[in-house]
Each structure stands twice: as structure tokens, then as C-alpha cells.
């Protein structure tokens, strides 16, 4: 499928990160990660959201399933334009002051992106260490979230740390990552 201009640079920009960092997805082709691409336009343009929104998406393979590719936000420190937002909707319209303009899922949801699961989290950090300065929320069991409360990590002496907070906080440094499936 042809793509346009905006698509071939973004592919371009795909390629270039896919080749420099061959240790989040080894043995994988990238003319065949572009083939998929090319057949999935929606994914794409999913793909070009979360690169704006500071995400720098890669495919990271999971060990138990290499067939499937899936692409992370990558960037170094949680995407500098998906902090400061609480958890969820729910979070946000009960807030009483100060509620933030947005939260972690309704900006995964605009951007078309499932927030990371705690296990995602954690195969990204068996990759490389991110979060060293900021924190991420993961994706909340409703069980803990029905409580009110929602579930974040980090990455702090060389370990990784979860821990829970009131789905309704924020924070400058605190955003989400997410991921896309193909």
C-alpha cells in the first residue's frame, strides 16, 4: 500500500530507531515489520501520535511470542506530553480542586494505545532502564481500582519499583506509557 509523505518519513524515522536499538527486538526483520505497517494505515497513524506525543515508539518482542509485534513507548523518561495527568476520567471529573485537563487513559484512548500492564513494564525494563527520573502508571486491576486507588513504577536504584496512589493525583513527573499490538 502506498503511504504518504508524512507515513514514509515516519517509517524512515521507525527504521532508523528499529536498526540502533536491535536489542529490543532481535531476530526480527524489519522489512517485514514495514510490510505489516504498510497493510495497516491505522497503525500508523497510531504510530505518528505516539511519536508526537513524545513516546518514541520500537517494537519490543515478548520472548513467549516473537510473532507478534508490538510497539512500546521507548523514550528514556515517561512521554514529556502525557505527564501531569491522573489515572482515569473517573479520577479526574470526582476530583474536587484542581483537576488536571486530561488523564493517563483518555489520552491512550485519543491516542488509540492500551496503557502498559505491570508485566510490559517490566519485560521493558529487562531491556533497558527507563523512568530513572520519572514514573509511569500501569494499567490497574479494578480491584485496587474500584477503591479508588491506581497503580505507577519507576525505576530507582537499579531496581524497579510499583506503587499505588490515588487514581485522582498528578504529578509534573509522573505520565503513562503505552503500546499498540499489530
Known amino acids: ?14 527504521e532508523t530507531r528499529f536498526k540502533e536499538q536491535m536489542q529490543r527486538h532481535p531476530d526480527v ?3 517485514e515489520v514495514e510490510r505489516r ?5 491505522d497503525a500508523l497513524a497510531v504510530l505518528k501520535r505516539m511519536e508526537q506525543t513524545g513516546g518514541e515508539p520500537d517494537l519490543v518482542t ?20 502525557r505527564r501531569s ?3 482515569d476520567q473517573r479520577a479526574r471529573e470526582t ?13 491512550a ?26 514514573s509511569s502508571w500501569v494499567a490497574t486491576p479494578s480491584r485496587i481500582r474500584d477503591q479508588g486507588g491506581a497503580l505507577y513504577c519507576d525505576r530507582r ?19 503513562f506509557r503505552g503500546c499498540l499490538t499489530l
Not at 476530583?95 to 489520552?107: F, G, I, M, V, Y
Not at 499505588?164 to 493525583?169: E, F, K, L, V, Y
Request: overall charge negative; hydrophobic content about 30%.
Open 157 to 175: 536504584y537499579d531496581t524497579v519499583f510499583v506503587y499505588h496512589n490515588g487514581a485522582d493525583s498528578y504529578y509534573a513527573s509522573r505520565g
Open 37 to 41: 505497517l504498510r497493510e495497516q494505515p
Open 95 to 107: 476530583r474536587k480542586k484542581n483537576p488536571p485537563a486530561t488523564s493517563a487513559l483518555e489520552q
Open 62 to 81: 515478548n520472548p513467549d511470542d516473537p510473532t507478534v509485534l508490538t510497539f512500546f513507548d521507548c523514550a528514556k523518561e515517561s512521554p514529556k506530553e
Open 109 to 134: 484512548a485519543e491516542i488509540g494505545i492500551s496503557v502498559l500492564t505491570e508485566a510490559q513494564y517490566r519485560l521493558l525494563q529487562t531491556i533497558e532502564p527507563v523512568d530513572l527520573k520519572t
Open 1 to 14: 500500500m502506498a503511504v504518504g509523505g508524512e507515513e514514509e518519513a515516519l517509517l524512515k524515522q521507525l
Open 29 to 31: 526483520d524489519w522489512k
Open 85 to 87: 495527568g491522573c489515572y
